[in-house]
């Protein structure tokens, strides 16, 4: 993927996320690994809507350098995912409604959904909370993502992950509905889970056969 692709691309993300009620104004961020060293990430107080290609903030995963603008005062936290999950191409943050209030509760959140465990893992695990756009918050994300690909950040919103945007942004959607279904199944009496190692199978086989070929890479 070219530079100019790559910021196409979260250019058209973010306005998704918007479309999607999973962010709204200048909240959240998106960024993409389209190559070894640089992402592609949007940058600090800018619109979805108003956004343009060229907005986008190219940074060297290398240097921490950037170039065409101020990047997202989140950097540190997709930095840190992409060091630890060199698998991860795409990070996604959210504060869409019902995984806010989840993180708010600070309860991981069960396999109550078949999706969930499919596309997410295990369990949806909340981060420790630490200051936004901190280092400390990057190393409590990831932490908190070990063997998931998810997870909810302390009384301040969602971070999801994928092999690429497209997945990255579904994982988001799967994350907001899991939550959402979490809370409303408390209310009626509480959620029941599928079993943990059936959940864990149902992300393996979902990682590892049924996604296989699939999205953009």
């Known amino acids: 993927m070219t530079e100019a692709e790559a910021r196409e691309a979260v250019r058209a993300a973010g306005v998704r996320l918007v479309e999607e009620g999973l962010v709204a104004g200048t909240w959240g961020n998106v960024s993409l690994r389209f190559s ?3 992402i592609a990430i949007t940058p600090t107080g800018t619109d979805y809507m108003a956004m343009k290609a060229e907005d986008i903030v190219i940074v060297s995963l290398r240097t921490g350098a950037a170039r065409g603008g101020k990047p997202s005062s989140e950097l540190h936290m997709h930095e840190a995912v992409y060091a630890a999950r060199p698998e991860i191409r795409a990070v996604v943050h959210t504060h869409s409604m019902s995984a806010s209030t989840v993180a708010a509760a600070r309860r991981e959140v069960p ?7 499919q ?3 295990p369990t949806l695990r909340v981060a420790d909370y630490s200051l936004p756009g901190s280092k400390r918050m990057g190393k409590a994300v990831v932490r908190a993502m070990a063997g998931r690909m998810a997870a909810l950040m302390a009384n301040h919103g969602l971070v999801a992950c994928g092999r690429d945007l497209k997945e990255a942004v579904l994982c988001a959607q ?3 509905k899991g939550c959402r279904a979490f809370v409303e199944a408390e209310f009626l009496g509480g959620a029941e889970s599928v079993g943990r190692f059936e959940a864990a199978v149902m992300h393996q086989v979902y ?8 999205g953009e890479r």
Request: proline share 4%.
């Open 36 to 38: 070894d060293d640089e």
């Open 111 to 117: 396999p109550v959904l078949d999706d969930l465990a």
């Open 119 to 121: 596309i997410v893992g």
């Open 174 to 176: 799967i994350a907001e």
């Open 207 to 214: 990682l590892k056969k049924y996604s296989k070929g699939k």
